[in-house]
């Protein structure tokens, strides 16, 4: 999908296999820039959830028959191009509903387990309510701890800040790897270097950080990572988390029920081992196949293209912002990927939203489901812009007429 004369990133072409790009908003152009909430689906991705109902369908794992030993076939299949896909070994890889639920299985089966009184769970101020409730929550019914790490938005993130929270008691070190709000690229190796030293596990939440560029979680050094397939151009009711299987295979199920099992007996069950462990019931078979596709399609291109694209969009993205009297962007830390969050002296974030909405314009606004984020910065919402690898320049002009328009309802022109 790369030019090839040039070898360079033929946008137009991407942008062609994405039916949703087309749709007229309000009778104009489709500007999506809500890529950060959930990306559009490549056609590949639709013919093949098409394709895997019409032709290919039936309950994985239990059956004896050709359609059951072919649905069962694609969804491992899809797996290890998921493990490939961050350098994970299969049985590491764990398929969930997403990454909301990824992490409550963690806090669920690990946090019950290995959490007890006065231990300390350090997180950022930057998680997304997917990443800060369940431990929240898990922390209140154990009697541990919770130590919030607090930064500079404009700035990249501070490895200090970290440094100076861990003690003895760590037990847990969770960050995003992206902010959702920020953008802010969290130094993961580093941080889970760190974690090592005192034995602490991490967690990374990759929701943003997957979708944008390369990650290798043994490179990486994390315990475990985990993303939504909704934000990997794949469907949604799939998500992955990766557990190292040192941690995986000592832990407890988070759910129980078929196809989790070794042996039942009326007294006593014996548990499958990990993934299969923590996939009960029957798992979203056509929703992972598709993630398998998605990742066919990302790795078509190349993560790194999309990843140097989407880094001159942004940048554009920034520019075309920053010249526009009155928009102030919210963290402006040099290292960052996918989103800019922006608010404006004259309108509500949700105005702004509303009407750039009929200027065919998608943003998000509010708290981005971080409240903490916002509230530590004294600000209740802001506007959210962020990109894809079908995002273009055209994308943010259309934003920036858009907002010119917000400036002349509001008086500020
Ligand atoms: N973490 C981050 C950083 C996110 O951006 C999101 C989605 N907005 C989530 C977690 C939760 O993902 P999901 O709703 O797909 O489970």
Known sequence: MLNENTNSYNIEFIRSQFPALNVRVWNKRLSYLDSAASMQKPKVVLDNIQENYSSSYSNVHRGLH????????????????????????????????GATAAINLVAYSWGNQNLNKNDEIILTIAEHHANFVPWQYIAKSKGAKIKVVHY????????????GLITNKTKLITFPHVSNVLGTVFPVKEICSLAKQVGAVTLVDGCQGAIHFKVDVKELGCDFYCFSGHKLYGPTGIGVLYGSINLTSAMPPFMCGGDMIDVVKINETTYADPPLRFEAGTPPIVQAIALGKAIDWVN???LENIEKHEKKVLSYGIDKLNSIKGVKIFGKNKNKAGVISFTMDCAHAHDIATIVDREG??????????????DAFNIVSTTRASVGAYSDFDDFDQLANALTKVKKIFGAL
């Open 300 to 302: 078509e291109i190349g």
């Open 66 to 97: 050709y359609l059951s030993e072919k649905a069962t076939e694609s969804y491992e299949n899809s797996r290890i191009k998921v493990a490939n896909f961050i350098n994970a070994n299969e049985n590491e890889i764990i398929f969930t509903s």
């Open 361 to 374: 314009v998608a943003v998000r606004a509010g708290h981005h489901c971080a409240q903490p984020l916002l």
């Open 152 to 163: 500079n938005p404009d700035e990249d993130f501070d490895l200090s800040k970290i440094k």
